[in-house]
């Protein structure tokens, strides 16, 4: 994500995440509950947030889990625990804009339950160990475990697009889906073994209706995206070549793959898979007969494309260069305009999974 607080930073243009974290928190506080029923409420509390990201998302999830475990705590006249907050991201993430925000979080609280928080950052990929054995109770991610560990392999062909789109080779799905079935493995792992017993865990992050990956269903962002590096292929703007060697890792799965790939891992039960049709967030209060002119979708546009340059910048420029980032991103936001003045595609939504697990028990076999 880029960071700091800029035009175009992640922090300032988190929008749709927002909205999202708000349409799902009733998932994030049954949880939480849940948790503290079947852990019978100790001392101390640690919480893993799994790419936390950066700016005020990450505090709204953090609010919401402090929330409802001291609120949980004085309902039954329970002592008040300590809860141990670890954000975690890449190295590279942004944590100073988050850690900012920590003091002023810090004194919203009231005074009896403020020095029971603390905050840290855990610097590292979530595809890997990040804390010791069986001492964290309760992992949450928003937004994170759809991105990939890495570009998948045996993408040489897809020269054509930067993901996944209608048409291409039909072995890039399987690459993209053989990535994400090895990622989502190696993350259920990882967390199952840092997990309490009965330990739990909540994901947010964007999935899709059908089997079918090139469908309409399939994130929109990546193919504008394409169409635009496209365009600036054929203006000799970005070589060919470096358009060829160009893929997004993300991946969008089903919730039949979700299930099978949580099953065949083992260590967690699936509570609950919640599927939430999530609306775009940027439309254009115009009547009808103005509907049509592409003047009055532009803001709209703009607004959408510096979004995706706050999810898409870092990524780029390590491939093409900061000399594209502006060519690219203006495209995008006329491209926007243009689909949103077209009647027939609205309303767009994005399909957003919100799934929880619980930690199993180990099932000890007789000597």
């Given at each position: 994500?880029?960071g700091?607080?800029?035009e175009h930073s992640?922090?300032t243009?988190?929008?749709?995440?927002?909205?999202?974290?708000?349409?799902?928190r009733h998932?994030v506080?049954?949880?939480?509950?849940?948790?503290l029923?079947?852990?019978?409420?100790?001392g101390?509390?640690?919480v893993a947030d799994?790419?936390c990201s950066?700016?005020?998302?990450?505090?709204?999830a953090?609010?919401v889990?402090?929330?409802?475990?001291?609120?949980?705590y004085q309902?039954?006249?329970q002592n008040?625990?300590?809860i141990?907050?670890c954000?975690?991201d890449l190295?590279?993430?942004d944590?100073n804009?988050t850690f900012k925000?920590?003091?002023?979080?810090?004194?919203k609280?009231?005074?009896?339950?403020?020095?029971?928080?603390f905050?840290?950052?855990?610097?590292?990929?979530f595809?890997?160990?990040?804390?010791p054995?069986?001492?964290v109770h309760?992992?949450?991610?928003?937004?994170s475990?759809h991105w990939?560990?890495?570009?998948?392999?045996g993408l040489d062909?897809?020269t054509?697009?930067?993901?996944?789109k209608d048409?291409?080779p039909?072995?890039?799905y399987?690459s993209y889906?053989?990535q994400?079935?090895k990622?989502?493995t190696?993350?259920?792992?990882?967390?199952s073994e840092e997990?309490v017993p009965?330990?739990?865990m909540?994901?947010t992050?964007?999935g899709?209706?059908v089997?079918?990956?090139l469908?309409?269903?399939?994130?929109?962002?990546?193919?504008l995206?394409?169409?635009?590096v496209?365009?600036l292929v054929?203006e000799?703007?970005v070589k060919e070549?470096?358009?060829?060697?160009f893929n997004?890792p993300?991946?969008?799965?089903?919730?039949?793959?979700v299930?099978?790939?949580?099953l065949?891992?083992?260590?967690?039960?699936?509570?609950?898979?919640?599927k939430?049709?999530?609306?775009?967030?940027?439309?254009?209060?115009r009547s009808e007969?103005?509907?049509?002119?592409l003047s009055?979708?532009?803001e709209?546009g703009?607004?959408h494309?510096?979004?995706?340059r706050?999810?898409t910048e870092?990524l780029?420029?390590?491939?093409?260069g900061?000399?594209?980032i502006e060519?690219?991103?203006?495209k995008y936001?006329?491209?926007?305009?243009?689909?949103?003045?077209v009647?027939?595609?609205?309303?767009?939504t994005?399909?957003i999974?919100?799934?929880s697990l619980t930690?199993?028990h180990?099932?000890?076999?007789?000597i």
């Open positions: 994500m880029k700091g607080t800029g992640y922090a243009n988190a929008n749709v995440q927002r909205r999202a974290s708000y349409e799902t998932v506080v049954e949880h939480v509950r849940e948790m029923r079947k852990i019978a409420f100790p101390c509390i640690k799994f790419g950066s700016g005020q998302n990450t505090l709204l953090m609010s889990m402090f929330n409802t475990i001291m609120e949980s309902h039954i006249g008040l625990p300590e141990d907050f954000l975690n190295p590279e993430n944590f804009t925000l920590v003091p002023s979080f810090l004194e609280l009231e005074m009896d339950v403020r020095g029971r928080c905050v840290s950052g855990v610097p590292g990929s595809y890997s160990r990040l804390f054995s069986k001492s309760f992992s949450h991610s928003s937004f475990v990939l560990s890495k570009v998948p392999e062909n897809n054509k697009s930067i993901h996944i048409p291409c039909p072995n890039v399987k889906l053989n994400f079935k990622d989502f190696l993350f259920l792992r990882m967390r997990a009965n330990g739990h909540v994901l992050f964007v899709r209706k089997s079918d990956s469908s309409k269903d399939c994130f929109q962002v990546w193919s995206l394409s169409d635009c496209l365009e054929s000799g703007v070549s470096e358009m060829e060697s997004i993300f991946y969008n799965p089903t919730e039949e793959e299930r099978e790939f949580v065949e891992e083992g260590s967690f039960e699936i509570n609950k898979i919640e939430i049709d999530h609306f775009r967030p940027y439309k254009i209060d007969e103005e509907d049509e002119d009055l979708h532009l709209a703009k607004k494309a510096s979004w995706a706050s999810i870092p780029l420029v390590a491939h093409f900061d000399a594209i060519p690219v991103f203006d936001a006329r491209y926007m305009a243009k689909y949103l003045s009647s027939n595609h609205r309303p767009n994005t399909l999974f919100v799934v930690r199993v180990s099932m000890m076999l007789p």
